[in-house]
C-alpha cells in the first residue's frame, strides 16, 4: 500500500467524529463509521463484532469461533495497529449499527486498496443499505487516494454476495484455488500454492474507477 493511504488511514484512527454519509436519492439513510482507537474498550462493540464473526463464520477463512477477550485482541492487534488496514462500521439511519466493511492490502499491492471483512451483522430491515454503504465508502476511497481499482475476494459459491459486488460493477478476473484443513472440527481455509484445480475457491474481482462513478447513479438506483 503507498504511504499516502497509510497516512491517511493513520489519522483517521485517532479520530472520534469522521462519518461517511450513505445516500439514497439525494437522502442521507445511513452512515459508516471508522473503529478508532477510542473503540477498543466499547464492550458493546466488542460484543457485536465477536457475534456477527460467529453467525457469519462461513463467510471467513478461518472457522475458528471468536471469543469476546480474543475479538477485544484482534481489533487492537490485527486492525487498529495495522497501518494497511481500515474497518467501518455501518450504522442504520436511527445510527443502530448494523454490520461492518473495511478496506485492507491483502494482496500487498501498490496501486489498489482491497474491500474487506464486508458482513452484515443484522439482517431485519433496511433493504439494501450495505450495497449503498460500500458504494459509498469506494466513492470516498476513490476520491481521497490516487488509486485506478479496487478489489475483493469472496468464496465462489456465496452467489448472493457476489451478485451485490455485480450490481457495484465488480467484475470477475479469476478463480483462485483454496487447499482445506480441518482440525478438531474446525475448518481452516489457504489460498494453495500448487493446485490449479480445487474444491473451493475465491473469486477474484476488480472494479476501476470510471466503471464506479460512470454507473454511480445506475447502481444507487436499484435501491
Known sequence: MFEQAKELIKNIKIEKDFRISVSRHNKNIASIRPITFHDVENDALI???????????????DHTLASFEGT????????LDNETKLLFLVY???????????????????????????????????K?????????????????????????????NNPRAIQMYERLNFKEKKKLPLDKDTHDGVIKYSFSKSKKISDTYMSYMELNRCNHFNNSKKSKDMY
Open 128 to 156: 439494501g443499505i450495505m450495497t449503498l454503504a460500500l458504494h459509498d465508502l469506494i466513492s470516498w476511497i476513490f476520491s481521497s487516494m490516487e488509486i485506478k481499482k479496487v478489489y475483493l475476494r469472496v468464496f465462489s
Open 47 to 61: 460484543q457485536d463484532l465477536m457475534n456477527w464473526r460467529n453467525e457469519n463464520i462461513e463467510a471467513y477463512m
Open 92 to 126: 442504520s439511519e436511527k445510527n443502530i449499527p448494523i454490520g461492518h466493511m473495511g478496506l485492507a492490502d491483502g494482496m500487498q499491492t501498490q496501486q489498489l486498496i482491497e474491500m474487506d471483512n464486508i458482513v452484515r451483522g443484522i439482517k431485519k430491515g433496511n
Open 72 to 79: 477485544r485482541k484482534w481489533l487492537k492487534k490485527f486492525i
